[in-house]
């Protein structure tokens, strides 16, 4: 079942779209993730949702209700903002009931709902503290209570991890994730950081200058990217410049690589690190390659390589064995399984 429904949604700042004609469909329990770089136009799109910023053109639908030009507090959304946005003059129990008194909902209703949101971010018994004696973790879970106990038709997040620091970034992620499935509540979450977004989301929307570039699964992704901006904003690739023909493609360089899928209209390939095959010494499926540099990072090793007609690639393996010898200016064997070549059209190119 469709929850909610964005058809060209559109915010114009002058003559600047900062977000240009973005239609998407999000599923009744889908955990969505909108992810690209700064200025992309994600918060605007939640503010448009949220109706903080009104659309210039388009429409946003909930549960099939045209909600467009709605008041924020008539759409039963929750938002939980990057900077908690907690009122510092009341307590924990009163931040989380706003919505509730809001609604004039009675009182006994109010302390058995705001218990039970507080429940659900572990924050029981901290409903008379004030929200000042909170750390940044513990404050970012009563915005996540205060946005849940309302039960909105759907939980938009903007950034909602970005201030904590790594380790319970990490803490509160997971949580965020086991208690999106718990209550099975349709999310959306804008961030930049590509880790969250492959973690957290059941499809990932990448964003890029106000337009969707690509939508679809992590792995999706992560294996198809559409374009070069989606293969290098998510995760690290090889880019080779060439031209494709049937099963194969020619880099600028002169070195033909074999190709599980027909690359007639591609301009680029991507080859990820973690892909490509080493040996110790060239031959039969393996070309020769010069390291340039070998970087242990614990369990894996970064290998970068140069090849015979100035193609480079960086390569990702499992460290030990015999590449933990292995010295810069030594050749070694590489080999690109065919099905790790990736085509991608021309940047910029319609299609690509
Ligand atoms: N109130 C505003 N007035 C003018 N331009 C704005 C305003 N808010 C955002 N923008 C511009 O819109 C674009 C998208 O911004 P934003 O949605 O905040 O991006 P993101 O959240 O992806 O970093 C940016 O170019 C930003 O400068
Ligand atoms: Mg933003």
Redesign the pocket.
């Known amino acids: 079942m469709t929850a909610l429904v964005l058809d060209r949604l559109t915010k114009l700042?002058g003559d600047?779209a900062?977000?240009d004609a973005l239609s998407l469909t999000v599923a009744q329990g889908e955990f969505l993730v909108l992810l690209?770089?700064?200025?992309?136009?994600?918060?605007?799109?939640l503010r448009m949702i949220a109706g903080f910023v009104e659309a210039s053109q388009g429409s946003v639908s909930l549960s099939g209700r045209d909600i467009t030009r709605d008041p924020p507090h008539r759409r039963n959304i929750g938002v939980v903002f990057q900077n908690y946005a907690l009122f510092p003059h009341l307590s924990v129990f009163e931040n989380v009931a706003f919505g509730l008194r809001r609604r004039k909902r009675p009182e006994a209703e109010i302390r058995t709902r705001v218990a039970r949101a507080l429940g659900l971010v572990r924050l029981d018994g901290f409903a008379d503290r004030s929200s000042k004696q909170l750390s940044g973790g513990q404050q970012q879970r009563v915005a996540i209570a205060r946005a849940l106990v309302i039960e909105p038709d759907i939980l938009l997040l903007d950034e909602p991890l970005s201030a904590l620091d790594a380790k319970l970034r990490l803490e509160v992620r997971q949580e965020l994730k086991a208690l999106q499935r718990l209550l099975g509540i349709t999310t959306i979450l804008?961030t930049?950081d590509q880790d969250e977004a492959m973690s957290l989301g059941d499809r990932l929307v990448v964003?890029h200058a106000?337009r969707v570039e690509q939508i679809g699964s992590p792995q999706q992704l992560y294996r198809e990217p559409a374009s070069r901006f989606v293969a290098s904003f998510i995760g690290r690739g090889n880019f080779l410049e060439g031209t494709g023909t049937g099963h194969s493609f020619t880099t600028r360089n002169g070195w033909t690589l074999a190709a599980a899928r027909p690359l007639d209209r591609a301009a680029t390939v991507l080859i990820r690190p973690e892909s490509i095959t080493l040996a110790p010494t060239a031959g039969a499926a393996m070309v020769p390659a010069r390291v340039a540099l070998v970087t242990y990072l614990g369990p894996i090793a970064e290998v970068a390589l140069e090849l015979a007609g100035g193609d480079r690639l960086v390569v990702e393996q499992a460290s030990g064995g015999w590449l933990d010898g292995v010295e810069p200016g030594r050749e070694i064997g590489v080999g690109i399984p065919p099905e790790a070549v990736v085509g991608l059209g021309a940047e910029g190119v319609a299609g690509a």
Do not use: D, F, N, Q
């Open positions: 700042y600047h900062a977000v690209g770089p700064s200025g992309c136009g994600k918060t605007t799109t804008v930049h964003m106000g």
